[in-house]
């Protein structure tokens, strides 16, 4: 397969340096900035190139241009033909992210959205434990993801950039949608956006979940928890690593509402798992040209994409007007 990496920054360099291990052709790598776009061909291959319209004849095309510019550099690419992976969030607007799907499905081509931390081995292995009963009845979802600022950005807030990957991974390791929302958001280093959120989530399954993002931390934490019944799980998506700390009082043998009644919670033991680690880059990679070659079973689907996007937006919409809003 040849591929194009349309887009020279951080992600794109990523996903070139990932491609030149992978049984695929790195044909072109394009960026507004020529010597960017080289800079990165000299290191993984392809053609450089600042211009769309220099594509040559290509099958699959990454892109992580600035969000600003997913829809109409998507759109060009499926109208040729060419499969395409779209980093998140998948556009600026829903009604964009549901032209894109029609026109995926007239074209009969792959349409996928990078949300990685869905193919991050910790988060899968969560995944695997909730489904199986592990934690009981879930109570809450809590997901920490600071940093700071990234001088790149400049044409989304904190809320579309980073909070798409947590509302993401609760959706998925839940497997329930957002029902309501409500956020307070800060400005202080971006020019137009909010670069800090903390958000109130209510699921439809009754699981409440706490977001906390920001780019005006000076050290990265990316964290995800889970509580329920017999304990709480913790991710940490940096180090791949899935923890277990055990609510001792309640067991598959003695429900929670029998105990908590007379004892409530208290600490047990804590379990931290051996899990393979992989790239989740790679693995998303795999995944997506799988789907290009006909298994869309791994893929991550374009509602999911659309989903955390709406959610995201109205994060940021509900910090600015101070309302809860339904979803």
């Given amino acids: 397969?040849?591929?194009?990496?349309?887009?020279?920054?951080?992600?794109?360099?990523?996903?070139?340096?990932?491609?030149?291990?992978?049984?695929?052709?790195?044909?072109?790598?394009?960026?507004?900035?020529?010597?960017?776009?080289?800079?990165?061909?000299?290191?993984?291959?392809?053609?450089?190139?600042?211009?769309?319209?220099?594509?040559?004849?290509?099958?699959?095309?990454?892109?992580?241009?600035?969000?600003?510019?997913?829809?109409?550099?998507?759109?060009?690419?499926?109208?040729?033909?060419?499969?395409?992976?779209?980093?998140?969030?998948?556009?600026e607007t829903r009604e964009q992210a549901l032209a894109l799907e029609k026109l995926a499905e007239a074209k009969d081509r792959v349409l996928m959205?990078?949300?990685?931390?869905?193919?991050?081995?910790?988060?899968?292995?969560?995944?695997?434990?909730?489904?199986?009963?592990?934690?009981?009845?879930?109570f809450q979802v809590r997901a920490r993801r600071v940093g700071p600022f990234p001088r790149r950005i400049r044409d989304v807030g904190v809320a579309l950039d980073l909070a798409t990957h947590d509302i993401d991974v609760m959706r998925y390791v839940l497997g329930a949608d957002v029902a309501r929302v409500f956020a307070e958001t800060k400005r202080e280093i971006h020019t137009s956006r909010e670069d800090l959120v903390a958000g109130l989530l209510r699921f439809t399954d009754d699981t409440v979940g706490l977001l906390e993002v920001s780019w005006l931390t000076p050290t990265k934490a990316r964290e995800l928890e889970v509580t329920g019944e017999r304990g709480m799980f913790r991710v940490d998506y940096l180090t791949q690593d899935l923890y277990f700390f055990e609510n001792t009082e309640s067991t598959p043998e003695h429900s929670f509402a029998a105990v908590s009644a007379l004892r409530g919670v208290s600490e047990g033991a804590m379990t931290r798992y051996s899990i393979p680690k992989v790239e989740p880059l790679r693995a998303e990679l795999d995944a997506f040209f799988a789907a290009c070659r006909g298994d869309r079973t791994r893929m991550v689907p374009l509602r999911d994409g659309l989903a955390a996007l709406e959610v995201a937006s109205a994060l940021a919409r509900s910090g600015q007007t101070k309302e809860i809003i339904y979803l």
């Fill in 113 to 138: 959205v990078g949300h990685v931390e869905r193919f991050n081995p910790a988060v899968l292995a969560l995944k695997a434990k909730l489904a199986e009963g592990a934690l009981g009845k879930v």
């Fill in 1 to 91: 397969m040849k591929v194009a990496v349309l887009g020279a920054g951080v992600m794109g360099k990523n996903h070139a340096r990932v491609l030149q291990s992978m049984d695929v052709e790195l044909a072109y790598v394009l960026d507004a900035e020529l010597q960017v776009a080289a800079h990165v061909a000299r290191l993984h291959g392809g053609q450089p190139i600042t211009s769309i319209d220099a594509l040559g004849p290509i099958d699959a095309a990454i892109v992580a241009v600035p969000t600003q510019d997913h829809a109409s550099v998507a759109t060009t690419l499926l109208e040729r033909g060419v499969h395409v992976l779209v980093e998140k969030p998948i556009a």
